[in-house]
């Protein structure tokens, strides 16, 4: 007897299941897909925990004959396809037959289904994709599918779901995304009897993006409208003062199906061009349409990849339309004289800097001591000085003041004679390894810092950028920017452990609307980012209201700093281990606080600067980058020619 057998259908269909079926997310996706193609303008889904219990999908599309809905779940049945030449011009999301009876044989499922035609309806049940029961009921019009206990037969795809949040933030995301690229059809989704998303349906794809982003993004959206002979492209994209850190928040769509394009993503982000700063991502929602013989979507079981035919007529009309978009807006700021004036990321790192002073710069006594060597501030400077009244002198004052150091110190500092050995000899690694349990995160530790020598001293600074001090044997130059980035990480981790990150309350507390997604994620990981000097409470529905930021951060765009904190959470599928999370969220914080190339420095701060160094052996940047390089006596004797 032959090896070789055809396996048995429910056997195949689990194996179907697995590439097309990843997760609840994966069943809502392919469901209200189907409601799309059925013409339905109404569409409800219902979730119960994260949908690992309970996936409902309620339309009003055309629905199925009862010969219809039995034959839907035999495999590769579809209304969709009959000829291969079909692929070639596909117009629906769905061709291949696959969804119906890979999700019916992992699942309990519950069909509930009337036509136009028909008097009445026809609900079938499956048990693992078997057909126990068929009977008929009144019914609307449309289509009524039940998901219970998904992956009940298949345990150890069942034992890798994610926790309940994580799942539900999937299905928010894809029907997110479906609502987006189909503004005329009016999406509910719900969970555990909580409303999460209702848009109206009333074509208007600016409404969905305030449905789902809120109206501080809504407003700063621009309109894309461009088209040649061969296709168009339409939607909105942010000003680029409304960024986040990651793409999270770009959607594309290729004759209304959702896709991953790296191609239109890159036409994107070159439209964009310099108007973006460093590691900053608009929010993007485009739609192209064009000839479907020009695109191949079937090159991967979930249909999120497209290939396109033409692809360099692709970027170039994504470029373009973008490009003329982005011209043809205001891209000026407003101030906000009932709030905090509002500022680009360009405008708050180059015009503003607020640092945290070590415990002993910060006691009384001690500014008290050293008054009469220290320079003065004004009187009259407020203490959060508004950014169109600072000038260049308030600005120097202001770092001057948090980084004072007394004079007498500087004085009675010794310098030893020089010596032979090359000073970087005595720079060592020291920055400690915190490597600890979830557990031990918030438990008080005292931080064994080991010192380095530098002796330096600071002469001055060159393009307010790099600082040049003179060593035991030649010249060093510091960036002071990758300097103080560390020097402030050290200190914020040092805080952390020891439960001492101090929050600053604000004067007029900040409104943040959020997507599903982030409220999920922010529920969950609120206490952790409360460590980190934040005071956050929930005003309902999407809304978070920030009443506090740490210490150190006020003047700073605090939505901004708050949104990268939300995106590091959603970027870790599991959160991996706590401690790696806050050393990223502590790094970008400590990136935002540090001082900036163009910050002019007094000697006395370049030497504070220096210290803090030699304190917590400063070498590298947290990103990893050098911030000294040394050219030694003997080399610039030899360039000089004096050897």
């Not at 690992?52 to 839907?72: C, R, Y």
């Not at 007498?408 to 310098?415: C, E």
Request: glycine share 6%; hydrophobic share 35%; charged share 30%.
């Amino acid at each position: 007897m032959g090896k070789i057998r055809v396996l048995a259908e429910d056997v195949a269909n689990k194996i179907a299941a697995g590439e097309v079926i990843e997760r609840p997310a994966s069943v809502v996706k392919e469901l209200v897909e189907n409601s799309i193609d059925a013409g339905a303008n109404k569409i409800e889904v219902k979730v119960k925990n994260g949908g690992k219990d309970w996936i409902q999908v309620i339309d009003n599309g055309e629905g199925m004959s009862p010969d219809d809905a039995k034959l839907a779940f035999e495999r590769h049945a579809t209304s969709k396809v009959e000829r291969a030449n079909d692929l070639f011009a596909l117009r629906t999301l769905g061709f291949r037959g696959e969804a119906l009876p890979s999700i019916a044989s992992i699942s309990r499922l519950s069909l509930t289904t009337r036509t136009e035609e028909s008097l009445s309806g026809i609900k079938l049940r499956l048990v693992g994709g078997e057909l126990e029961k068929e009977e008929s009921c009144g019914a609307p019009i449309g289509s009524n599918i039940i998901i219970k206990d998904l992956f009940f037969n298949t345990p150890v795809r069942y034992k890798y779901l994610k926790q309940t949040s994580t799942e539900i933030g999937h299905i928010s995301d894809i029907v997110n995304r479906l609502a987006l690229s189909y503004p005329e059809i009016a999406f509910y989704l719900e969970h555990n009897g909580r409303k999460i998303l209702e848009t109206t349906g009333n074509n208007n794809l600016l409404d969905v993006i305030f449905s789902i982003y809120g109206r501080q993004v809504a407003k700063e959206m621009v309109k894309v409208d461009y088209s040649d002979s061969y296709m168009e492209i339409k939607g909105y994209i942010s000003k680029p003062t409304v960024t986040r850190s990651s793409r999270k928040h770009q959607s594309y769509f290729v004759n209304g199906r959702y896709v991953k394009s790296n191609l239109m993503s890159k036409a994107v982000q070159e439209a964009y061009h310099t108007l973006l700063t460093v590691h900053r991502q608009p929010i993007v929602v485009l739609s192209l349409k064009l000839n479907p013989i020009l695109v191949d979507v079937n090159v991967h079981p979930t249909k999120l990849e497209a290939k396109f035919s033409r692809a360099e007529m692709v970027y170039g009309l994504v470029k373009e339309g973008v490009s003329r978009a982005i011209k043809s807006s205001d891209l000026v700021p407003k101030l906000k004289l009932a709030n905090k004036p509002e500022k680009s990321r360009d405008n708050y790192t180059q015009n503003e800097l607020t640092l945290a002073v070590d415990k002993k710069y910060r006691s009384k006594k001690e500014e008290g001591k050293s008054s009469q060597t220290k320079p003065k501030v004004e009187k009259n400077q407020a203490k959060y000085p508004q950014k169109n009244k600072e000038s260049k002198e308030l600005r120097a004052k202001k770092i001057e003041k948090l980084l004072q150091v007394d004079e007498d110190k500087l004085i009675s500092s010794k310098i030893e004679p020089i010596k032979e050995t090359e000073i970087e000899d005595n720079i060592k690694e020291t920055a400690q390894e915190y490597k600890q349990d979830d557990n031990s995160l918030n438990q008080e530790k005292e931080v064994d810092y080991k010192k380095v020598e530098l002796n330096l001293i600071p002469i001055g600074q060159i393009h307010q950028t790099y600082i040049i001090a003179q060593g035991l044997d030649g010249m060093h130059i510091i960036d002071q920017h990758a300097a103080h980035e560390r020097v402030r990480y050290e200190e914020l981790m040092a805080e952390f452990k020891a439960g001492e990150i101090k929050t600053q309350e604000l004067l007029i507390p900040m409104n943040l609307d959020l997507t599903h997604q982030e409220v999920e994620v922010l529920n969950e990981n609120k206490e952790k980012i409360e460590q980190l000097g934040f005071s956050l409470e929930s005003f309902g529905g999407s809304s978070y209201i920030v009443r506090g930021v740490p210490t150190g951060l006020y003047n700073l765009n605090d939505e901004e700093l708050i949104r990268d904190c939300i995106d590091k959470l959603l970027e870790e599928d599991e959160l991996g281990e706590a401690y790696e999370l806050v050393e990223d969220i502590l790094i970008m914080i400590s990136c935002k606080t540090a001082i900036k190339a163009g910050d002019k420095l007094s000697i006395q701060e370049m030497n504070r600067l220096i210290d803090d160094m030699e304190r917590y052996g400063v070498t590298n940047c947290p990103h990893g980058r050098p911030v000294m390089m040394q050219l030694s006596k003997k080399e610039l004797e030899k360039e000089f020619k004096r050897t």
